[in-house]
Nanobody, 124 residues
Framework: QVQLVESGGGLVQPGDSLRLSCAVS????????MAWFRQAPGKERELVAA????????YYGAVDQGRFRISRNNAKKTVYLQMNNLKPEDTAVYYC?????????????????WGVGTQVTVSS
C-alpha cells in the first residue's frame, strides 16, 4: 500500500523559512514524479512545484520561484519543499502527491496518490 506522509508544517512569522518533507513508502519511489500542491480556505488546490523521477526536471506553478524550491532524495524516498521568506498569502494546507509517470504535471487530477496534508500558517 502506497503511503505519503508530509511533515514540517507549522505556524511561522512573515519572512521565516520552512522545509516540508514527504516520505513515501510502499513502492519504488525513484520511478515516479512527485509534486507539492497547496489549498487555501475557499480556494482551489493549486500546484506549487513538481519534480521528475530523477530530479533533473522541475516545474513551478504560479508561485514565486525565487522563494520555493522542490527537491528529492531517491535513496531516502523523500521529496522536499524549501520555502523561504514566507508571506501570509502562503498560508494553506500543503499536500504531497505522486504521479505514476516519470514527469510531473500541473494538474491535480493527474496524480495518483496523495498525502493528508500539512498546515502552514504564516502570521504575525
Amino acid at each position: 500500500q502506497v503511503q505519503l506522509v508530509e511533515s514540517g508544517g507549522g505556524l511561522v512569522q512573515p519572512g521565516d523559512s520552512l522545509r516540508l518533507s514527504c516520505a513515501v513508502s510502499g513502492r519504488t519511489f525513484s520511478r515516479y514524479a512527485m509534486a507539492w500542491f497547496r489549498q487555501a480556505p475557499g480556494k482551489e488546490r493549486e500546484l506549487v512545484a513538481a519534480i521528475s523521477y530523477s530530479g533533473d526536471s522541475t516545474y513551478y506553478g504560479a508561485v514565486d520561484q525565487g522563494r520555493f524550491r522542490i527537491s528529492r532524495n531517491n535513496a531516502k524516498k523523500t521529496v522536499y519543499l524549501q520555502m523561504n521568506n514566507l508571506k501570509p498569502e502562503d498560508t494553506a494546507v500543503y499536500y504531497c502527491a505522486e504521479r505514476e509517470l516519470a514527469d510531473g504535471s500541473p494538474y491535480a487530477h493527474e496524480y495518483d496518490y496523495w498525502g493528508v496534508g500539512t498546515q502552514v500558517t504564516v502570521s504575525s
